[in-house]
């Protein structure tokens, strides 16, 4: 099901449909919180039905809609009443600090309270609130510090003051122009690239660096006989290191993990050249792959001050882990599931290295046995170290 944005006018900038502030319209225009909020549903329901994907309505298009759908459902009163409220103007301009005006962003508010804990429902009903009081203050311009304020006056009357406090330091750190470096690594089948793409679209960070991508580039710059290594899958590496003479299961795992931690080492140097681009461009960056392992944070220890969170995903049984790339197969045939079936055991022994190593290390283990509640702990995480420096983040 698609998404449905609003905009003022064709082209104009667009926001999402929140069936809060339907609601609401409907309740001032005479209907019970009950009856609005049921038709509020319907009409979000017909248009979504309209088409697969996204749907771009400009503000005329929407009160039509809801107009006919009222009088259609013999409410043409309350059809009165909902027209003579909503053709008053309700465009509100955001002032930033450095003087730049913008149109108030209703869904933009509402990922930054999806951001600091908010399940949907809540975010959309509190933003619901925000803009309504806004609307009420009868201003067009509104200095964005204002805004803060606000919010922050309403979360902690309609949620709590820790849920307030964890808003006030997300948006310090967004105005500090600090960039946020999430590390996502894990073995293959483990769901890094999934998470990754989650978090960037709930955190609104618009740069991946995909470290399989990076070695993709420099097996092209770097031919087989110069560097064999690193045209090896990361658990079959070890095969191109000169072999010792024992042949225990201790002595190839150890051997696995060897292989592992010399291709990673090639990749470090590109990984890192990823993220002190980032640093410098004051931008935030996801990267995510096999190769981000704990000896990175040596490399960019010190060296910024920026907010890195580094993790490591894993799937902790082994039919888990199995599951999960069977998965790939589905979902991607090009990802070859059979072929990392056939390496499972390689695999699986490949992520006790990572998570050994991890445990060892700043990096915070996270199982992914259930995606939403791993985006959710490492939201908390994200959210915890925040907190932990908004005396340091400049207002």
């Known amino acids: 099901?698609?998404?449905?944005?609003?905009?003022?006018?064709?082209?104009?900038?667009?926001?999402?449909?929140?069936?809060?502030?339907?609601?609401?319209?409907?309740?001032?225009?005479?209907?019970?919180?009950?009856?609005?909020?049921?038709?509020?549903?319907?009409?979000?329901?017909?248009?979504?039905?309209?088409?697969?994907?996204?749907?771009?309505?400009?503000?005329?298009?929407?009160?039509?809609?809801?107009?006919?759908?009222?009088?259609?459902?013999?409410?043409?009163?309350?059809?009165?009443?909902?027209?003579?409220?909503?053709?008053?103007?309700?465009?509100?301009?955001?002032?930033?600090d450095d003087g730049r005006v913008s149109n108030f962003s209703s869904l933009q508010l509402q990922h930054c309270l999806e951001a600091v804990g908010l399940n949907i429902e809540q975010a959309s009903n509190i933003t619901s609130k925000i803009y309504e009081t806004l609307l009420h203050m009868e201003i067009k311009e509104i200095p964005s510090q204002h805004i803060i304020d606000t919010t922050n006056q309403i979360l902690t009357k309609e949620m709590d003051s820790g849920i307030a406090f964890r808003y006030v330091c997300w948006t310090r750190f967004i105005r500090s122009n600090k960039p946020l470096i999430l590390l996502i690594g894990g073995t293959a089948g483990c769901g890094k690239s999934?998470?990754?793409?989650?978090?960037?679209?709930?955190?609104?960070?618009?740069?991946?660096?995909?470290?399989?991508?990076?070695?993709?580039?420099?097996?092209?710059?770097?031919?087989?006989?110069?560097?064999?290594?690193?045209?090896?899958?990361?658990?079959?590496?070890?095969?191109?290191?000169?072999?010792?003479?024992?042949?225990?299961?201790?002595?190839?795992?150890?051997?696995?993990?060897?292989?592992?931690?010399?291709?990673?080492?090639?990749?470090?140097?590109?990984?890192?050249?990823?993220i002190q681009r980032a640093l410098h461009e004051r931008v935030s960056l996801i990267v995510e792959g096999v190769h981000v392992h704990p000896s990175l944070l040596d490399r960019i220890q010190e060296q910024h001050d920026a907010i890195i969170i580094p993790v490591m995903l894993a799937a902790l049984k082994p039919d888990e882990l199995r599951r999960r790339l069977k998965g790939r197969g589905q979902e991607a045939p090009e990802r070859r599931s059979k072929r990392y079936l056939k390496h499972f055991e390689a695999i699986w022994k490949l992520q006790i290295g990572l998570l050994s190593d991890a445990d060892q290390s700043p990096f915070f283990i996270i199982p992914n046995d259930d995606k939403e509640k791993a985006i959710k702990n490492i939201m908390q995480i994200i959210l915890d170290q925040l907190i932990e420096n908004c005396d340091d983040i400049k207002h």
């Open 1 to 96: 099901m698609g998404k449905i944005y609003i905009e003022e006018h064709e082209g104009s900038e667009r926001a999402a449909f929140l069936r809060g502030i339907l609601t609401r319209s409907l309740q001032d225009a005479g209907l019970g919180f009950h009856d609005a909020y049921q038709i509020s549903t319907e009409i979000r329901h017909k248009l979504s039905q309209s088409d697969s994907g996204d749907i771009i309505l400009t503000t005329e298009e929407l009160k039509n809609t809801i107009e006919q759908f009222l009088r259609d459902n013999n409410k043409s009163e309350i059809a009165d009443n909902y027209l003579s409220s909503v053709n008053v103007p309700a465009t509100i301009y955001v002032k930033a």
């Open 194 to 274: 999934t998470i990754a793409t989650e978090l960037a679209h709930r955190l609104e960070i618009v740069r991946i660096q995909s470290t399989d991508m990076l070695r993709e580039v420099m097996r092209m710059m770097i031919p087989d006989r110069l560097m064999p290594v690193l045209h090896c899958s990361s658990f079959n590496a070890w095969k191109e290191l000169p072999q010792s003479d024992n042949n225990t299961d201790e002595d190839l795992e150890d051997d696995l993990i060897n292989g592992y931690r010399a291709q990673a080492e090639l990749l470090a140097v590109a990984i890192e050249a990823a």
